[in-house]
């Protein structure tokens, strides 16, 4: 080996030096990359275990649930994402006290939350919510409800959303703004782990700029059987003109799917955008986006299995909030908040 002169060594300081200070620019970050790590064969490996009869049906509290819970944890680990800071470990422990209604016969056990979190480089205290229930309704007169749709599609968007934040920060390309991967509890019976979060807060609620919301984006509804290229698109005009615009934006370059806004009409009978989990953000004044593909025959029956599921039109409908959570992450400003959310 030669030996280095003070002047080689003092050029290689400053090599070095100057190396670490380089900030990457965004503008050639490779979105696209990321955006198609999610695919349909990691969607359909992980919805195989979540939406497995081993689990049960996920009902909130029990042992199936919990075991999920666990599945998704390693998951992160293995992708090298933790729990954020402030908490001690992966769970928002939510009391059965607190999801128990008086009038009602289902008394669920003790559940939780869970959390993952990607801290932002440059604006970390301003949060971005990915969210999804990993919840379903259990067994029935001995039947398994395994919830492939509802919502194991959402829950392992997450997973797959995730790692593709993971690898880009891996390579340079962080979000700028902290991201935290809500996988809530009791949404089936109430909305309660949701509720429980923005009434419990882990970071400041007017430090979060959105919630993304992910529930049944794996399945065709009656009104789409011949064309699966859609998603519903709930709530993104209802407070923010940006983050609406932000959306549009991202699939017209990105994903090119068809955005339905049937659900998002105020007299729509459905009412789905005050029933699912985005709604107890919305209430407290954060925009929110909820992607949903709609009902179909197998809602809430025990025939929602994940073999049932069209991967191509998950893995599409993951990257589309992908690719709108990568601007909400990364622009110089969050959503403004310009509307009264009615």
């Given at each position: 080996m030669k030996k280095l002169t003070l002047l080689s060594l003092t050029l290689l300081f400053l090599a070095c030096g100057t190396a670490k200070n380089v900030k990457k620019d965004y503008a050639k970050a490779p979105v696209e990359k990321y955006m198609n790590s999610?695919?349909?064969?990691?969607?359909?490996?992980?919805?195989?275990?979540?939406?497995?009869?081993?689990?049960?049906?996920?009902?909130?509290?029990?042992e199936g649930q919990k075991?999920?819970?666990?599945?998704?944890?390693g998951q992160y680990k293995a992708n090298g994402i933790s729990f954020p800071p402030p908490a001690t470990d992966w769970y928002q422990k939510i009391p059965a006290a607190y999801m128990s209604k008086s009038y009602s016969p289902v008394k669920p056990g003790d559940s939780e939350n869970i959390w993952a979190f990607i801290e932002g480089s440059e604006k970390p205290n301003e949060i971005l919510v990915i969210s999804a229930h990993y919840d379903h309704v259990g067994t029935k007169n001995?039947?398994?409800?395994?919830?492939?749709?509802?919502?194991?599609?959402?829950?392992?968007?997450?997973?797959?959303?995730?790692?593709?934040?993971?690898?880009?920060?891996?390579?340079?390309?962080?979000p700028k703004r902290s991201i935290l991967f809500l996988h809530v509890t009791g949404e089936e019976l109430g909305l309660h782990g949701s509720r429980y979060y923005s009434d419990h807060p882990l970071f400041p609620i007017d430090s979060t700029i959105t919630d993304l919301n992910i529930d049944m984006i794996g399945?065709?509804?009656?009104?789409?059987?011949?064309?699966?290229?859609?998603?519903?698109?709930?709530?993104?005009d209802r407070l923010s003109t940006d983050l609406?615009?932000?959306?549009?934006?991202?699939?017209?370059?990105?994903?090119?799917?068809?955005?339905?806004y049937t659900f998002n009409d105020r007299k729509d009978p459905n009412q789905f955008y005050f029933r699912s989990d985005h709604y107890n953000f919305a209430k407290k004044g954060i925009p929110i986006i909820f992607y949903f593909n709609g009902v179909h025959d197998d809602y809430h029956m025990a025939t929602d299995e994940p073999q049932k599921i069209e991967y191509d039109l998950?893995?599409?409908?993951?990257?589309?909030a992908f690719v709108t959570a990568w601007e909400l992450a990364n622009r110089p400003d969050r959503p403004v908040v310009d509307k009264d959310g009615k």
């Amino acid at each position: 080996m030669k030996k280095l002169t003070l002047l080689s060594l003092t050029l290689l300081f400053l090599a070095c030096g100057t190396a670490k200070n380089v900030k990457k620019d965004y503008a050639k970050a490779p979105v696209e990359k990321y955006m198609n790590s999610i695919t349909p064969d990691d969607l359909k490996k992980h919805l195989f275990i979540v939406a497995n009869d081993s689990m049960e049906g996920r009902n909130t509290g029990t042992e199936g649930q919990k075991k999920a819970g666990k599945y998704l944890i390693g998951q992160y680990k293995a992708n090298g994402i933790s729990f954020p800071p402030p908490a001690t470990d992966w769970y928002q422990k939510i009391p059965a006290a607190y999801m128990s209604k008086s009038y009602s016969p289902v008394k669920p056990g003790d559940s939780e939350n869970i959390w993952a979190f990607i801290e932002g480089s440059e604006k970390p205290n301003e949060i971005l919510v990915i969210s999804a229930h990993y919840d379903h309704v259990g067994t029935k007169n001995g039947e398994v409800y395994n919830g492939a749709d509802d919502d194991g599609s959402g829950t392992v968007a997450l997973l797959e959303i995730a790692q593709a934040f993971a690898q880009a920060k891996k390579e340079g390309y962080g979000p700028k703004r902290s991201i935290l991967f809500l996988h809530v509890t009791g949404e089936e019976l109430g909305l309660h782990g949701s509720r429980y979060y923005s009434d419990h807060p882990l970071f400041p609620i007017d430090s979060t700029i959105t919630d993304l919301n992910i529930d049944m984006i794996g399945r065709r509804d009656e009104a789409h059987k011949d064309n699966g290229n859609y998603v519903y698109v709930i709530g993104s005009d209802r407070l923010s003109t940006d983050l609406h615009n932000i959306n549009e934006a991202a699939n017209a370059k990105y994903t090119h799917l068809t955005l339905d806004y049937t659900f998002n009409d105020r007299k729509d009978p459905n009412q789905f955008y005050f029933r699912s989990d985005h709604y107890n953000f919305a209430k407290k004044g954060i925009p929110i986006i909820f992607y949903f593909n709609g009902v179909h025959d197998d809602y809430h029956m025990a025939t929602d299995e994940p073999q049932k599921i069209e991967y191509d039109l998950l893995a599409k409908r993951a990257q589309l909030a992908f690719v709108t959570a990568w601007e909400l992450a990364n622009r110089p400003d969050r959503p403004v908040v310009d509307k009264d959310g009615k």
